[in-house]
């Protein structure tokens, strides 16, 4: 018996160390059963969003619709003014407050990784404060809206959540183990100055971290609706991002089926496929963030742990 | 080394460089945090003056905003709502996702672990406006799967949107569906990150797979549960406002089990207007949410100096 062990151990202590079958077998049951249970929701709602309006009134959502349909597309191609606008404006605020919130998160976190920095200690302190007390929403959207003016803006889509704490430190914890302070000194002596620096050499040394912080910018305001709903008022709907949006549609839709009978007919009413066009929408938010994630994972993950570093 | 006690030109144009960033900092947060004594002002918007002098002009009222606000019975409800979900939280946020992390970590097949990660990571990465609809397709009461399945069934209809004794667990199963994948993720690359010579060194003194776990992977995972526990207390007085309005479709029937601090400042701010009862809510979630935090890394640090956050 011991021998038995004692060959088995070196011959992979992994292998060894093992749990046994029958665990294993279990234990993937389980994640694949966890992994179906994220999946199969979305996949339900694509499916209802190809459903035809006639399947949806008969047999409700269903995972097997008595008729496919694109009429809900269809609908939304027609409902392009409204909806393709939103999609512009996703997108722009998308890559807008990517690229400033790259800007403000990487500076600030380059500066606070020089240690020779005469207000290093200010300024750790300045990013620190915010992640213990904050003025509140009521402060808060009473600041934004009187004093800065976003009401109504894109900037109110854009600013109020270009920078985090957790960025900033992420981005400082990268700068500080990849750029020396041997690298910048000797920068210096060759006469460059902080802002050449910072552009000429940090930047481009720093793309996986740059990538990581844009990647949770990106999904970050892809997905964002709640500055939308504090800040843009129903009067201003061409401002709406697509999330938002969304969220309204849902009431549009449940206001044009209160009001039905008065201003349209039975039959007008049915033949708008409006349980499947929700979906349709939400399939069309979701379908990019669901192909591309996979891909961008490992930045992700990158970023957790490094983020995870105390300091 | 230059001296830290001058002011060189270094540090001149590294100041430049953050100066962006700097008075963001004190436009979107410590404006704000000034802007907090609302709460003990009888706040009225003057005509024709700026907001600030407003603020300045209109009457101090002392407590009574808050004298106000608990005379109403929502203050409680939401005060329970948010502790008790909070509560709940918590707990399962790290004993589920480690133990899951633990699990997977063991699984034979590296590709279905992967895999399985992956699609586990999704919801992470939707927002609960998604997620609302991906609830209602299945607890619409007149479309939804459920509902459809039990009428198929000859059993009668469940008006879920409606029925507060279902919400509880709703939003608990719902929370736990969207974070679990990410959790996952971190206590995965804390697992990853532990010397295998630790587990090699146990498996010589006879450890079973348990007791590799008790006496190696918790402990070395101690740091990491211990952060993530005082984050997620410290933010015990705030909760995922779409988790608790998008979910539950604002509806009216079930706000007693649904209404959160969060839910309640948006509504008594937007929908009823009421800025002395949002501002005082709002106050006493910043100064709670801080003492908390503080609190609990302050005990953290007495007993175990290695593992607190500041």
């Known amino acids: 018996?011991?021998?038995?062990?004692?060959?088995?151990?070196?011959?992979?202590?992994?292998?060894?160390?093992?749990?046994?079958?029958?665990?294993?077998?279990?234990?993937?049951?389980?994640?694949?059963?966890?992994?179906?249970?994220?999946?199969?929701?979305?996949?339900?709602?694509?499916?209802?969003?190809?459903?035809?309006?006639?399947?949806?009134?008969?047999?409700?959502?269903?995972?097997?619709?008595?008729?496919?349909?694109?009429?809900?597309?269809?609908?939304?191609?027609?409902?392009?003014?409204?909806?393709?606008?939103?999609?512009?404006?996703?997108?722009?605020?998308?890559?807008?407050?990517?690229?400033?919130?790259?800007?403000?998160?990487?500076?600030?976190?380059?500066?606070?990784?020089?240690?020779?920095?005469?207000?290093?200690?200010?300024?750790?302190l300045l990013i620190f404060i915010p992640m213990l007390f904050s003025g509140g929403l009521v402060s808060t959207y009473l600041i934004n809206t009187q004093v800065l003016k976003l009401g109504n803006t894109y900037w109110a889509l854009i600013l109020p959540i270009a920078v985090s704490s957790f960025y900033i430190i992420v981005l400082r914890t990268f700068f500080q183990t990849t750029i020396p302070d041997s690298l910048v000194e000797s920068a210096q002596i060759d006469g460059a100055s902080q802002l050449t620096i910072y552009s000429r050499i940090v930047m481009p040394i720093s793309l996986p971290a740059l990538a990581t912080i844009g990647l949770f910018l990106t999904f970050g305001y892809w997905n964002s609706w709640f500055p939308a709903m504090l800040y843009i008022q129903s009067s201003h709907q061409h401002m709406y991002p697509l999330q938002y949006v969304l969220m309204s549609i849902e009431k549009s839709i449940q206001f044009l089926t209160d009001n039905a009978q008065f201003l349209i007919t039975q039959e007008a009413l049915r033949s708008i496929p409006q349980e499947s066009i929700r979906m349709a929408l939400v399939v069309i938010v979701v379908l990019p963030i669901a192909c591309s994630y996979p891909f961008f994972q490992k930045y992700f993950i990158s970023g957790l742990t490094i983020g995870a570093v105390k300091g | 080394?230059?001296?830290?006690?001058?002011?060189?030109?270094?540090?001149?144009?590294?100041?430049?460089?953050?100066?962006?960033?700097?008075?963001?900092?004190?436009?979107?947060?410590?404006?704000?945090?000034?802007?907090?004594?609302?709460?003990?002002?009888?706040?009225?918007?003057?005509?024709?003056?700026?907001?600030?002098?407003?603020?300045?002009?209109?009457?101090?009222?002392?407590?009574?905003?808050?004298?106000?606000?608990?005379?109403?019975?929502?203050?409680?409800?939401?005060?329970?709502?948010?502790?008790?979900?909070?509560?709940?939280?918590?707990?399962?946020?790290?004993?589920?996702?480690?133990t899951l992390a633990i699990m997977i970590s063991q699984l034979y097949s590296q590709k279905l672990a992967k895999t399985c990660q992956t699609a586990m990571f999704l919801p992470h990465f939707l927002s609960w406006v998604v997620v609302s609809y991906f609830l209602f397709a299945f607890l619409s009461t007149d479309k939804g799967l459920i509902n459809k399945t039990l009428e198929s069934m000859g059993r009668d209809l469940i008006t879920w949107y409606a029925d507060?004794?279902?919400?509880?667990?709703?939003?608990?199963?719902?929370?736990?569906?969207?974070?679990?994948?990410?959790?996952?993720?971190?206590?995965?690359?804390?697992?990853?990150?532990?010397?295998?010579?630790?587990?090699?060194?146990?498996?010589?003194?006879?450890?079973?797979?348990?007791?590799?776990?008790?006496?190696?992977?918790?402990?070395?995972l101690k740091p990491i549960m211990i952060i993530m526990f005082i984050l997620s207390v410290g933010r015990i007085f705030s909760t995922d406002f779409g988790l608790f309005y998008n979910i539950p479709r604002?509806?009216?029937?079930?706000?007693?089990?649904?209404?959160t601090i969060d839910v309640y400042v948006y509504k008594a701010l937007m929908s009823m207007n009421n800025i002395g009862f949002s501002s005082s809510a709002a106050f006493l979630q910043s100064i709670f949410g801080f003492i908390t935090i503080t609190t609990a890394n302050l005990i953290v640090r007495k007993i175990d100096p290695e593992s607190s956050l500041f």
Do not use: C
């Not at chain 1, 994640?31 to 006639?54: N, Q, Y």
């Not at chain 2, 009225?44 to 009457?59: E, G, M, V």
């Open chain 2, 164 to 220: 507060p004794k279902y919400w509880p667990y709703i939003l608990v199963l719902l929370n736990m569906w969207k974070s679990v994948g990410y959790g996952m993720v971190v206590y995965l690359a804390g697992i990853s990150g532990i010397d295998q010579s630790l587990y090699e060194a146990a498996i010589i003194d006879g450890a079973t797979k348990l007791q590799q776990v008790k006496h190696v992977t918790l402990p070395m």
């Open chain 1, 1 to 124: 018996m011991a021998k038995n062990r004692k060959k088995v151990l070196t011959s992979g202590v992994e292998r060894f160390n093992r749990v046994s079958l029958p665990t294993n077998i279990l234990f993937s049951l389980i994640f694949i059963l966890l992994a179906l249970l994220t999946v199969i929701p979305l996949i339900f709602v694509i499916i209802v969003s190809f459903s035809s309006a006639e399947s949806v009134r008969k047999i409700g959502y269903s995972f097997v619709p008595l008729e496919w349909s694109l009429s809900a597309y269809q609908y939304l191609w027609d409902l392009r003014q409204i909806v393709g606008r939103s999609f512009m404006v996703s997108i722009g605020t998308t890559v807008a407050g990517t690229i400033i919130g790259l800007f403000l998160n990487s500076t600030m976190g380059y500066v606070l990784s020089r240690r020779s920095f005469a207000l290093r200690r200010h300024f750790t």
């Open chain 2, 250 to 259: 604002n509806s009216g029937a079930i706000i007693d089990v649904t209404q």
């Open chain 2, 1 to 98: 080394m230059k001296s830290k006690s001058r002011f060189t030109r270094n540090d001149a144009e590294l100041l430049l460089i953050s100066l962006p960033t700097v008075i963001w900092y004190v436009l979107f947060t410590y404006l704000p945090m000034f802007g907090i004594i609302i709460a003990f002002k009888n706040f009225r918007p003057l005509p024709k003056a700026s907001f600030i002098t407003s603020l300045i002009k209109s009457d101090w009222v002392g407590i009574q905003n808050f004298k106000f606000l608990f005379a109403t019975p929502d203050a409680w409800i939401m005060m329970r709502n948010t502790l008790g979900y909070n509560a709940v939280f918590i707990v399962l946020g790290i004993v589920v996702p480690v």
